[in-house]
């Protein structure tokens, strides 16, 4: 797995806090997406009493969420607060004075600030490519997952807005760009945080715009902006956006610019203890190294 760059993640709540207003109506990827994954919610057998919507942003699964499983508690977690704020309105009022509303949380994806053991169903949509360690995420997503629990998530891979970075690396060689996990990765590290059954596929998306503002326009309406630490401090300049412009002009197709997003959908489990033949737990014991005896 490649090195990615770090994130400022103060950057990232900003950016997120201010878009909080704009991000529904720019954001048609990550409902689609979040429509999408709901989906293959219905094609897995689980009933949970406790969800964690990891990475709510406005809230556009909470609805789906608390119809497919009404008897579920809903705790929705976001970096944002702009955003838990808005997540707040998905729901009417008579819902939140019945308490069928979502529990709003304001924390990190790599810092979960939920007791072990307390979900059994984990949703994450289009979030966790804002995480710095990929692996520490899912260590903290795992051990907050009860036994048998399911985790169920979406995130970019790297052809993602493959086009912006080509125009953006024809200019100058900064980075301009958050980077982004290969799919094969993210089985591999769901196993190493101790998850089962990892399943992991990939589908391609591409946008259309008539022109790059159109598209730079979108990712600043949804907060999806460059948060990099190593990012190149300051505007980069009319001359460096000119030549950007410029240099994406190669990439257009019958009159329109694609921009194309690679969309890793993967679930897996937190697994059950093993079990004897009377139902006890099977606690392994490793051994420490040889023993002398006197």
């Not at 401090?233 to 412009?245: F, N, P, Q, V």
């Not at 240099?247 to 969309?263: C, D, K, Q």
């Amino acid at each position: 797995m490649s090195e990615r760059p770090l994130l400022d993640k103060q950057s990232v709540r900003r950016s997120f806090d201010r878009a909080a207003i704009t991000y529904d109506a720019a954001a048609v990827l990550q409902h689609e997406v979040a429509k999408r994954g709901l989906e293959r919610l219905d094609l897995i057998r689980h009933q949970p009493a406790c969800i964690l919507d990891a990475g709510c942003g406005t809230g556009n699964a909470l609805r789906g969420l608390s119809q497919r499983y009404r008897r579920s508690r809903v705790v929705a977690l976001d970096l944002a607060p702009a955003m838990l704020r808005q997540a707040h309105s998905q729901f009417n009022w008579w819902q939140h004075l019945l308490g069928r509303s979502a529990q709003l949380v304001c924390g990190d994806l790599e810092s979960l600030p939920l007791a072990s053991a307390s979900m059994d169903l984990i949703w994450s949509n289009l979030a966790l490519q804002w995480v710095n360690g990929l692996p520490q995420a899912f260590n903290e997503m795992c051990r907050v997952l009860a036994p048998g629990g399911l985790l169920m998530l979406t995130t970019l891979g790297p052809d993602t807005l493959k086009e912006l970075w080509a125009a953006q690396h024809a200019v100058d060689d900064h980075s301009h760009m958050s980077g982004f996990v290969d799919m094969h990765d993210i089985g591999d590290l769901l196993v190493d945080a101790g998850f089962a059954d990892p399943v992991v596929d990939m589908e391609v998306f591409t946008l259309t715009y008539p022109d790059v503002m159109s598209l730079m326009r979108d990712l600043k309406a949804i907060g999806a902006h460059n948060a990099a630490s190593d990012r190149p401090l300051g505007l980069s300049g009319k001359a460096w956006l000119a030549a950007t412009i410029a240099a994406y002009e190669a990439a257009r197709v019958n009159g329109l610019l694609p921009a194309t997003y690679e969309v890793i959908y993967a679930h897996a489990w937190a697994p059950l203890p093993r079990l004897g033949p009377k139902g006890r737990p099977i606690i392994p014991i490793t051994p420490m190294g040889k023993q002398s005896w006197p």
